[in-house]
């Protein structure tokens, strides 16, 4: 072969090398920052992309990765990269110790979900993305807990991670990264804090035992009350029905005795004045005889002194007597 023939292999050697190189296939997803002699040239998009092998040079960046195995370790996997995922990413990180307002050391590790937005802000504006994220995470979370009590860091995780990433977003933005989620996965407090939040939760279960069995007494009681007051009205209103029954049935008794007398009394006025009589000296005397009834009814011997009027009246009432007999024979 000739000199000609083979610088012409090299060269078609050369070119083929040199097309090989300069096309790059980007997946759907992913990114490559491009630098030209050192400086940012352009992003590439997914799909057949042409560079200049010589001139061109993707830009590689320090990657960490982190995984969990079965046991609960957690494994930190370092990567230098050239590609760009610009999918959402979760990052395990490892548990960390942080102290509370009350001065209470707990262990708390986190899940962080990202999403680079900005390629060439994530490659250029800071070194190690997920290293900076990491310690801008422990270091935000940190002071969050650092103003809540432990009872309030155990119940608020929900508020706990709203402001975290709130603040991580915010911090981030520069970087060309979005913060989606933070995610407290444990809060582990020391085992002497563990053993008095059982008792005090044990103690609190107690009391509202207690507070209950108090509280059914105490319902009882009412009832009992209302129960026997109940009764008392009951027998009352019944002791009040009956006497206004039986006071009833006395006024109306009298009544009738009182129409009957009254008609009796008419009736002999009548008769009496008929026959010439007085009805007046018949009544008193009728009412002297009453009188003197009452009077010797009693079981001690008595002295009766009978008025002159009376034994007037009591011969007055014998003579009616005498014509009241003798109106009958007729």
């Known amino acids: 072969m000739s000199v000609l023939g083979i610088i012409v292999s090299i060269f078609v050697l050369f070119i083929i090398i040199f097309a090989i190189k300069g096309f790059k296939i980007v997946q759907q997803s992913e990114t490559m920052v491009i630098e030209r002699l050192g400086r940012y040239h352009r992003t590439l998009s997914s799909g057949i992309n042409i560079i200049w092998p010589i001139f061109d040079k993707p830009r590689t960046i320090e990657w960490k990765y982190t995984k969990t195995d079965p046991s609960g370790r957690t494994i930190i996997r370092?990567?230098?990269?050239?590609?760009?995922?610009?999918?959402?990413?979760?990052?395990?990180?490892?548990?960390?110790?942080?102290?509370?307002?009350?001065?209470?050391?707990i262990e708390i590790n986190a899940l962080l979900y990202f999403q680079i937005t900005d390629p060439k802000r994530a490659v250029y504006e800071i070194a190690n993305l997920p290293d900076a994220i990491e310690k801008l995470t422990q270091t935000t979370l940190r002071n969050v807990i650092g103003e809540l009590d432990l009872d309030h860091t155990l119940t608020s995780r929900d508020t706990i991670n709203q402001k975290l990433r709130a603040i991580l977003d915010e911090a981030t933005d520069k970087w060309g990264v979005k913060i989606n989620r933070v995610e407290l996965q444990d809060i582990i407090p020391p085992e002497d804090v563990k053993v008095a939040m059982e008792k005090q939760m044990r103690a609190e279960r107690d009391r509202r035992a207690m507070i209950l069995e108090a509280e059914g007494h105490k319902q009882s009681k009412i009832l009992e009350a209302e129960g026997v007051r109940q009764a008392e009205i009951n027998k009352a209103e019944g002791i009040r029905q009956a006497m206004v029954l039986k006071a009833s049935g006395e006024a109306e008794a009298r009544i009738k005795i009182a129409?009957?007398?009254?008609?009796?009394?008419?009736?002999?006025?009548k008769v009496i004045k008929e026959s010439g009589g007085d009805p007046t000296a018949y009544l008193i005397a009728l009412k002297y005889i009453e009188a003197i009834k009452e009077m010797v009814s009693g079981k001690d011997n008595k002295v009766i002194y009978i008025p002159y009027e009376a034994t007037a009246i009591l011969g007055a009432v014998g003579s009616i007597r005498d014509m009241f007999s003798s109106v009958q024979k007729t």
């Open 78 to 105: 370092k990567e230098t990269i050239s590609r760009i995922d610009l999918r959402e990413t979760v990052y395990d990180f490892p548990k960390q110790n942080v102290i509370t307002r009350d001065n209470v050391a």
């Open 259 to 269: 129409e009957a007398e009254a008609e009796a009394v008419a009736r002999v006025s």
